[in-house]
């Protein structure tokens, strides 16, 4: 999970990674690959829920705040507003994309205006937490 926070997560990213959560949690409880268990099974086993998916999406938020408050050249890579023109193709998911649908309803000119207000912040990211979306 080195460098989590400037992965940009689509959905594909996020099965693959829910994927290798259970596979490791299989191998942490010797359940073999060719037993017919399923995964919501072995969960409750373990006594666990997923949260590799959530942990990140935290870590991406905290980052999120730290860099957007400090306001300098990350704050624009971030954001994505460059001068110039628009490369031709489907535009690329950006790390903003994802974190306004993971912190709830709103856009992401919304969060951005939320970061400055630290404690504000630290409860969207609370609440989105608990939620575990």
């Given at each position: 999970?080195?460098?989590?926070?400037a992965?940009?997560?689509?959905?594909?990213?996020q099965?693959?990674?829910?994927?290798?959560?259970m596979?490791?949690?299989?191998?942490?409880?010797?359940?073999?690959w060719?037993?017919?268990?399923?995964?919501?099974?072995?969960?409750?086993?373990?006594?666990?829920?997923?949260?590799?998916?959530?942990?990140?999406?935290?870590?991406?938020?905290?980052?999120?705040?730290?860099?957007?408050?400090?306001?300098?050249?990350?704050?624009?890579?971030?954001?994505?507003?460059?001068e110039?023109?628009?490369?031709?193709?489907?535009q690329?998911?950006?790390?903003?994309?994802?974190?306004?649908?993971?912190?709830?309803?709103?856009?992401?000119?919304?969060?951005?205006?939320?970061?400055?207000?630290?404690d504000?912040?630290?409860d969207?990211i609370?609440?989105?937490?608990?939620?575990?979306?």
């Open positions: 999970m080195y460098g989590c926070e992965w940009t997560i689509s959905k594909q990213i099965n693959k990674l829910e994927a290798t959560e596979w490791f949690l299989r191998r942490m409880l010797r359940i073999l060719t037993a017919k268990k399923t995964n919501e099974r072995v969960l409750n086993e373990a006594n666990k829920r997923r949260s590799l998916i959530r942990i990140i999406r935290k870590r991406q938020v905290t980052f999120l705040g730290h860099v957007m408050r400090r306001g300098k050249l990350e704050h624009l890579v971030t954001t994505g507003r460059f110039g023109k628009r490369s031709r193709g489907r690329r998911e950006k790390i903003m994309d994802g974190l306004a649908t993971w912190l709830g309803p709103g856009k992401v000119s919304d969060i951005l205006a939320a970061v400055k207000d630290r504000l912040w630290r969207m609370a609440n989105a937490y608990k939620q575990g979306t």
